[in-house]
């Protein structure tokens, strides 16, 4: 689990307490009717250097924007043009959670860390969803009364510390949603969810929470299926890492299997980092069948009729590992999930497939902040929702689904497969309606010129081929049209202009 503390410590920080003052808060959108943002000097130099004249960053948060902070009493220090942000002072958590609410702002900021609230959605007049659950349309499910009630989840990880007094999974102990439990790492555990070796243990904790949690007291959905019944199985050391964890992820997908548990979750992947360096993998070896817990996984999935959902790990900035998805997430017939952002872009950390591999991999991603960890869950609850919906759906089919509702199911990639997933157009396809994705196929030589509006938001990926990225890039609209050049090494890009997809082809 490389880079699992750090994640795991963003979690604890957001769900646990209130302790930082300062703050950056990151707006959605920029000014561009203010006039004379910069001086003619300013405007001089660039033409004589020869840079951009008007620069998207010139325009910073409108005054509307920055009014909403100073009438919540909230104290601005400095206003940053470029960033599109403002730096403040917070005295309460009340005035944090005005924030985490408030229209118009992308996330927030800590000072000390790299943790963001990312801001919630109002879905009725009194609840909210999570940034995730928005982006993802969850509400059309809830509409349709789909929460996950009747699926059976298993969830395999690293330890379910307080599981039992988290405020954001009280309604499943209440309702007695827990059906079984066991501990394959320490067997003769008397307290589940206590003794812990290491505040580590939390982990899977919080992945329950991002399959079913709710937080009642903010009135805010965080998981889709809050319904669900769970099987937790801990097979993880919270102080060191080693295959002996691999035999337990074996022991306990097996166990799950034997009681009927076809969903499964598991947000723990093994690629480096191991205690004894002997043990490590090599970036060749996640080809989806070396390991064995990558052996277990393709059974599981091709003869048990399970369906996996898999983190594909937090690698994506290990360049001495490539960057690549790690096992079991590695596996073709799992549903492995990445984490993208705000735009659709892939994480950096989040770890992307193989080029090698004759199977794509991620299948699709999830906006997580904190680790593929959490993206993985999320993804988990979608799928309880869909086999409530349909107990009969098989693996095949649940991935079909997926993948079709995803903005990049006609042109999937390494970085992101077909993106994140979307209930409204997952029950329109469940109804018979067409919903295929028109795409739009270009050439270009050096620059693909595009006719777009101020605000407009354009995710790129350029590509070495068809499928595998060289690099992403994100353009927001500040005039009538953007050129995009071509990169060095680069034969397509795919391009996202609003949800309409266009697929450029670069002529020599």
Known sequence: ????????????????????????????????????VVSAKTLENRILLNLEILQESDYGPSDSDLKKLREANIKIRNVSRWLN????????LKQLEFLSLAPGIAKIKAFTGDFFYANHKKTTEDWYISFALGQMNAPAFLDHRLNGGGVSIGVIDGGFLNANSDKTLTHIFKNKQIKSV???????????????????????????????GVDFERKLQIGMAPAADFYLARTESSTRESRVEEDNWLAAVE??????????????????????????YQPEQMDGQTSVIAQAAKIAAEKKGMILVLSAGNEGEN????????????????????????????????SKGRED???????????????????????????????????????????SILSLSGDYAQVPNNFIGSGFPKADLVLKLLSGETTELKIENKEASKYFVLKIK?????????????????????????????????????????????????????KD
């Open 454 to 506: 101020k605000g407009d938001k354009i995710a790129i990926f350029h590509k070495k081929d068809q499928r595998n990225v060289v690099s992403q890039e994100f353009r927001e609209g500040t005039d009538s049209k953007i050129k995009i050049k071509r990169p060095t090494n680069v034969f397509f890009s795919t391009i996202n202009h609003n949800g309409k997809i266009y697929e450029v082809r670069w």
């Open 255 to 280: 166990w799950l299997d034997s009681l009927g548990v076809r969903l499964v979750n598991s947000s723990l992947g093994y690629a480096q980092g191991f205690t004894n360096p002997a043990e490590n």
């Open 1 to 36: 689990m490389t880079r699992l503390t750090l994640f795991l410590s963003l979690f604890l920080f957001s769900v646990c307490g209130f302790s930082q003052k300062n703050y950056w808060v990151f707006f959605e959108k920029r000014d561009f009717e203010k006039k004379e």
């Open 319 to 350: 360049k001495p590992w490539g960057g690549y998805v790690s096992t079991p997430g590695d596996v073709e017939n799992a549903i492995s999930v990445g984490a993208n952002d705000q735009n659709g872009l892939k994480m950096n950390y989040s």
């Open 85 to 92: 942000a403002a730096s403040v002072e917070i005295d309460d």
């Open 182 to 212: 066991k501990d394959f790492y320490f067997p003769d555990k008397k307290d589940f969810y206590g003794e812990k070796k290491s505040d580590q243990e939390f982990h899977g904790t919080a992945v329950m929470s991002f399959i079913g």
């Open 357 to 399: 591999v004759k199977f794509l991999k991620p299948d699709l991603t999830a906006f997580s902040e904190f680790g593929t960890s959490f993206a993985a869950p999320l993804i988990t609850g979608f799928v309880a929702c869909l086999l409530q919906k349909n107990p009969a759906f098989k693996l095949p089919e649940i991935k």
